[in-house]
């Protein structure tokens, strides 16, 4: 099981919309390594995960869900080598089938990797993930100081 902590970000009817917490970086690179740049490259975007709920919960509240993850090989195996199996497929298929040049041979090759991409595509949205409420953590009243009395 996977499990991470998500904060409600907005609630339509019983529907809430979670997003996940930016992970802080590393003390040990200052923001030097792979995952910082990528990071400042691509931008951050946060997605939100929508889900079904019969509590009740307001925005900013804390819930950690967990993931079933007997599904994840599956999923990974159709993205990553449904493309390149097309691709190769269809470049073995140009080249000793119909023995065609090595520019139509590579356009037959690109062909075959997008046909494994829609297929990946059309597979991965056929596989459910079985995503499960572990804890709904109660919102914290930040403690304010009063003058006066």
């Not at 925005?59 to 007997?70: A, E, H, M, T």
């Not at 023995?99 to 690109?110: C, D, M, V, Y």
Request: with cysteine; net charge positive; proline share 4%.
């Amino acid at each position: 099981m996977i499990e991470q902590t998500l904060s409600v970000a907005k609630i339509r009817g019983t529907t809430a919309y979670l997003q996940a917490e930016p992970k802080p970086a590393c003390e040990g690179c200052n923001g030097k390594c792979g995952s910082q740049i990528f990071s400042r490259l691509f931008g951050t975007h946060k997605k939100l995960f929508p889900i079904d709920l019969s509590e009740s919960v307001q925005v900013g509240q804390k819930i950690k869900l967990s993931l079933d993850d007997s599904q994840l090989v599956n999923h990974g195996a159709w993205v990553y080598m449904a493309p390149l199996m097309g691709a190769f497929i269809m470049m073995f298929i140009g080249a000793l089938l119909l023995n065609l040049s090595e520019p139509l041979q590579i356009l037959f090759a690109l062909m075959g990797g997008v046909l494994g991409f829609l297929l990946a595509r059309y597979r991965v949205s056929r596989i459910k993930h079985q995503v499960k409420v572990v804890k709904i953590y109660p919102i914290s009243f930040s403690v304010k100081q009063i003058d006066g009395d």
